[in-house]
């Protein structure tokens, strides 16, 4: 059963904007903080940016100033607006919920920052 969904994906030039949406189940919007990670090529997936059920939210220090994540609880759906891309932004953008007995994860989008 797949619990989360991403969309929003695709090529983008640097210095363009992405909206990434994550849907998910109630039962994860009615009891768990919210995350975004990346993984790049190569390399281990990162913690992006977070937020709890109430909107507290928190960024890595690479997108500060450029990413904003947001949560709908009523319509299950997530978000990261994304502006001001940088090439080093390119990575398969996954949402997670801690899930409570285990890891719950959409099964990614690709973000491509290139000109």
């Known amino acids: 059963q797949v619990e989360l969904e991403e969309s929003g994906g695709g090529l983008v030039q640097p210095g363009g904007s992405l909206r990434l949406s994550c849907a998910g189940s109630?039962?994860?919007?009615?009891?768990?903080?919210m995350h975004w990670y990346r993984q790049a090529p190569g390399e281990q997936r990162k913690l992006v940016e977070g937020?709890?059920?109430?909107?507290?939210?928190e960024y890595a220090d690479s997108v500060k100033g450029r990413f904003t994540i947001e949560r709908d609880n009523p319509r299950t759906v997530m978000y990261v607006e994304m502006n001001n891309l940088e090439s080093e932004d390119t990575a398969v953008y996954y949402c997670?919920?801690?899930?409570?007995?285990?890891?719950?994860w959409g099964q990614g989008t690709q973000v491509t920052v290139s000109s």
């Open positions: 997670h919920a801690p899930g409570g007995t285990e890891e719950l």
């Open positions: 109630q039962r994860i919007f009615r009891t768990y903080p």
């Open positions: 937020i709890t059920r109430g909107g507290v939210t």
